[in-house]
């Protein structure tokens, strides 16, 4: 049995206290994807719950947009492990007295994110429940998985895209506003990164996850997995044009803003130190996104982070906190 | 895409609803697996959730038996299939203020129950929610899935192990009752058929289905399916020991409480009509379980059910009842 080394955090101490009670009947727990190695390479399988009132509220989204964000963030698992998908299962429960039209608003919106991301909808499981929940199981396969344990000192840390903006929709919803609508497409319609997190597996990536709990919590569990400590520069935090207006609102200093936010679903990723301008380039070239070095790994272990070259604390997002 | 036809019922009428909001983004739908050809076969995978007041009430049951059962639930649609399991994902959800106890309690259900089918529990996701919600996703591998396509007029309907004891727990709890201890353990401990069900794949089966929503409503299924009739003759039903005094208590004759219980988790098998007694005694030898012939598939739809050559109606367990 493989243990990942956790982070910190009361969700965590969960995770810790499941793998004691499971010993040896538990495989490797603790990624954000389970892999089976098989004849054609090694199918990678993730599963990932969205629970009304806990990742969303009705009144926030259409029921097709709940299924796609569902979906896409599972499928984003997949995208942090280099996979590439082939399809995936969907677990959806709703109140007994719930119109047909929201199942089947669901289901199209879990359809439609999965054939964006070249995946089948293999098959799936409808009850009843006192709450929408929507659990959604992705299975791709990957030459060579790429997991959040294999960062070394000296690597450079990258994230893809922007960050920031779904925070700034999460903020205008629990202020009782309606968010801007880039803001608002950003937490209901998430891509999964697939392409990019194939090619930085194709290209080299020692360890990489998907962007849930925020760049401060997630560099977190990277550094704990890896054993060793990330080091980010805030300044660089690339933060998605919708976020700064929230941000300013908010009284936060918008990189820090980003990083702190949640949802984003964009790739962390570790990259030897010779990543550069060029692989940048070839990079952004190949997927269409933006990549943005934000810091480095370095020997020891936790995160520090620095604000125009000062220390600050940052805190992540945890689903039991 | 393939698309197996379904049975009655409000349930199955949301399905339908479903598989066409997906169009062609929807794989194989019906089944009780889904199915994706590999190099070493064909790996089948299936997602199957418990929710707190639908499919269990927590008093009831420990949290190692909520576990327990609902992982067993998953692992007997591989049985189904005749597949071996390979392990299986496990999306935990429970209210923030849960104790820990819970969550660990629950894990060690699923741990053991994999470990019995020869699982190994690859990964999982906890979140909060307002109700427990336990959904597992099972993998496994099966040189010849059987689905509960194949059967044909002539065949013979043969059932695992003997029904209805589930039924009778689930009648005393709700009456506010203890269960007998055979009665209650049928229910918090269900053994998913595996080798049961590898056996019959290898040896003939033409369609199978695990019994979940109890023999009335699955032949049914199995009949809609397979595009004929299920014809059940009910004075062969197995039933269990502990439904007898149940089904008396009811005022219901023993074979009608048995045949319209659900959550079994025993087989239902098309076996051709040449599947004797000399079989039957192999069978039992190869998996320590009976197995009974209690009907025939037939030209036509639906299902007939007769009782001392009467015939009888019989209604199962819908979850959208």
């Not at 070394?152 to 609508?181: H, I, K, N, Q, Y």
């Not at 090619?199 to 997995?225: F, T």
């Not at 990549?291 to 992540?316: H, N, S």
């Amino acid at each position: 049995m493989t243990r990942i080394p956790l982070g910190a955090g009361p969700e965590f101490d969960r995770i810790r206290a499941i793998a004691e009670a499971l010993g040896e009947s538990a495989g490797t727990l603790g990624d954000d994807c389970a892999s089976v190695p098989d004849a054609e390479g090694t199918l990678v399988l993730s599963t990932d719950a969205s629970i009304e009132n806990v990742h969303f509220r009705r009144d926030w989204m259409t029921a097709e947009e709940v299924g796609w964000r569902a979906a896409a963030a599972a499928l984003s698992d997949l995208a942090a492990q280099g996979a590439t998908p082939v399809g995936l299962l969907a677990a959806v429960a709703l109140p007994r007295e719930a119109p047909v039209e929201d199942s089947t608003g669901i289901m199209r919106g879990i359809g439609r994110a999965a054939a964006d991301s070249g995946a089948a909808v293999l098959g799936g499981d409808l009850s009843a429940a006192g709450e929408w929940m929507i659990t959604v199981t992705v299975v791709g396969r990957a030459v060579r998985p790429v997991s959040r344990r294999g960062a070394s000192p000296g690597d450079g840390l990258w994230v893809t895209g922007a960050l920031g903006a779904a925070r700034a929709a999460l903020d205008a919803w629990r202020a009782g506003r309606e968010p801007a609508p880039g803001a608002r497409e950003a937490f209901a319609h998430p891509r999964p990164r697939i392409a990019a997190g194939r090619w930085l597996g194709e290209h080299g990536a020692r360890a990489m996850l998907d962007l849930s709990d925020g760049l401060a919590a997630d560099a977190g569990h990277l550094a704990a997995a890896s054993g060793c400590r990330a080091e980010i520069d805030l300044d660089s935090v690339p933060t998605a044009g919708d976020a700064v207006p929230a941000a300013i609102a908010a009284g936060i200093e918008p990189p820090l803003y980003a990083a702190a936010g949640g949802e984003d679903y964009e790739l962390l990723a570790a990259l030897p130190a010779a990543f550069g301008e060029a692989d940048q380039r070839r990079f952004e070239q190949a997927s269409g996104l933006a990549i943005t070095r934000v810091g480095r790994m370095a020997r020891g272990e936790g995160t520090r982070f620095t604000l125009r070259g000062e220390r600050v604390t940052l805190a992540g997002f945890d689903h039991f906190r």
